[in-house]
């Protein structure tokens, strides 16, 4: 992987229950960004969080970020089947580039 | 909804076709970039422009070429495809962040191209 793990990489869950997604990353950073990616479409952003924020709400969306572990997570609450997709977080470096990691792949069963 | 648009969305073509994958934003986004990926993987960024006539490859090298002749377009081409370039390729686009950041990219939607 150019940046780091994810994990897991692939989860499967009943509809109503919580996802987490974790996310490592292996140089320092300027953000994390958090993306989704339904089957054979593009990535659309979910959420930004700064190096210097520890974590962030959007909707039913909570991410961590603690940059002692250079880890991440995702938390999903009161998953629908439509949240199925992959996830992918990405490291955003002064360099301006985007790196992303290997993504998961969730299904939510109706 | 994204303004970014690409196309082809699909693409077979045999070895040895030149191919060009098209690009456009009406954001007026400075920076774009072209990701390659593969079913199920990570995405590998291939070339990104921070403006008009700024090209830089990324951190997979590629076969394919990049220009930027206008703010609002970025063709990827291959002049001589072959199977090896099967892949999906995503475009994207990002407003300049403070002291060179990247925020959120926008993405297309992907040309998938096979290569027989």
């Known amino acids: 992987s150019q940046q780091g793990e994810e994990d897991p990489q692939a989860l499967s869950i009943q509809e109503g229950e919580n996802a987490t997604m974790n996310c490592s990353y292996k140089?320092?950073?300027?953000?994390l960004q958090w993306y989704r990616q339904n089957s054979g479409r593009g990535l659309v952003h979910l959420i930004l969080?700064?190096?210097?924020?520890r974590e962030k709400h959007s909707g039913r969306l909570r991410v961590t970020l603690d940059t002692s572990k250079k880890s991440s997570s995702l938390l999903i609450t009161a998953s629908r089947a439509a949240d199925t997709a992959s996830y992918f977080c990405a490291t955003g470096r002064n360099t301006g580039k985007l790196i992303f990691g290997q993504g998961t792949t969730l299904q939510v069963k109706p | 909804e994204a303004d970014i648009y690409q196309t082809p969305r699909y693409l077979v073509i045999g070895t040895g076709k030149k191919i060009t994958l098209e690009c456009s934003q009406t954001m007026g986004h400075d920076k774009m970039y072209w990701y390659q990926q593969d079913p199920g993987m990570e995405l590998h960024l291939i070339h990104y422009?921070?403006?008009?006539?700024?090209?830089e490859k990324g951190d997979l090298s590629s076969e394919s070429t990049v220009s930027r002749i206008r703010t609002e377009h970025f063709p990827l081409t291959l002049e001589s495809a072959r199977p090896s370039h099967t892949s999906q390729y995503l475009c994207?686009?990002?407003?300049?962040?403070?002291?060179?950041?990247?925020?959120?990219?926008?993405f297309g939607e992907g040309s998938r191209l096979t290569v027989l």
């Open positions: 994207a686009s990002s407003e300049n962040g403070r002291g060179g950041k990247t925020g959120e990219l926008f």
């Open positions: 140089t320092s950073i300027n953000n």
């Open positions: 969080i700064r190096s210097n924020e």
């Open positions: 422009s921070y403006g008009v006539n700024s090209t």
